[in-house]
């Protein structure tokens, strides 16, 4: 089951508003916190760590471990090279995505670990959630987080690999804060890509759903009845080629 599946059988216009948060910060300094928001609300965690791996297939070892983003309480850990890091042989072969748990000894001081991961290539991108010690996950909770990394771990890519766009580009190292242009603009690249025209109200409406927003409120925004906005959705979705809110959120996620 993936999030927009979930999604769509909960309404929920909060989760939608932080996914459309999260959608608009990819490739910014606030990502990881937006992320961890979103999780945090349908599964306590109290940190995440998000990382890029590049493998060396012929060593056997992981050549560069890239750090994307981290966010939440602070969190002592023990080191891991290369070689002996317990992840490596899980991740060295896989072919789909993968959900690793690591549960703490008992009186541990490090906390439980799940560990979300894709693939492409010699590329892995990990999204790694920390849960307390004395709270291992249980398996709905690991159910639910393997639902969410189908919309999450695309978007993980993504922002790795806008980092390495601005790192290529000498950019400036004070990161945009996400924002409703941010969105505007990540949808308008959407749309170019699919070689999608939409017309003003249909981006509207879109826009306005994607960041939590109501028929009822798009209609009074758009002084337009009800009815009206639903028709505009329908006829965007179509153009797309998706199903309702939840489709158009799973095709702007990119999953």
């Known amino acids: ?12 216009p909060q989760l939608y508003l932080q996914l459309g948060e999260l959608i608009s910060s990819t490739g910014a300094q606030g990502f990881a916190e937006q992320m961890l928001r979103l999780v945090n609300a349908q599964v306590p ?3 995440l760590d998000l990382t890029e791996w590049t493998l060396d297939t012929h060593q056997g070892a992981a050549s560069h471990i890239r750090l994307l983003g981290s966010a939440g309480q602070e969190q002592p850990g023990p080191a891991h090279d290369t070689l002996s890091h317990p992840l490596l042989q899980r991740i060295m072969q896989m072919d789909d995505p993968l959900l690793i748990e690591f549960k703490a000894p008992q009186d541990a001081q490090h906390p439980h670990q799940c560990h979300l991961v894709s693939c492409s290539g010699d590329r892995r991108w990990v ?3 920390h849960r307390e010690p004395q709270r291992a996950f249980s398996l709905a909770e ?3 987080l393997k639902s969410l990394s189908d919309t999450l771990l695309p978007l993980v890519e993504h922002h790795g690999q806008l980092l390495g766009q601005l790192t290529l580009a000498n950019a400036s190292p004070a990161w945009p804060e996400p924002d409703s242009g941010a969105l505007r603009q990540r949808f308008g690249q959407r749309l170019a890509q699919e070689a999608v025209r939409l017309s003003v109200r249909e981006q509207e409406v879109c826009l306005g759903l994607l960041t939590g927003g109501t028929v009822p409120q798009m209609a009074q925004k758009l002084n337009v009845k009800n009815s009206s906005i639903e028709t505009y ?11 309702g809110r939840h489709g158009l959120t799973k095709w702007m996620a990119g999953a």
Do not use: E
Request: charged share 25%; hydrophobic share 40%.
């Open 45 to 47: 965690v109290h940190r």
């Open 1 to 12: 089951m993936k999030l927009t599946d979930s999604l769509a059988h909960r309404p929920d």
């Open 127 to 129: 999204i790694c959630f």
């Open 233 to 243: 959705l329908k006829r965007a979705t179509a153009k797309l080629g998706v199903s």
């Open 142 to 144: 690991l159910s639910q």
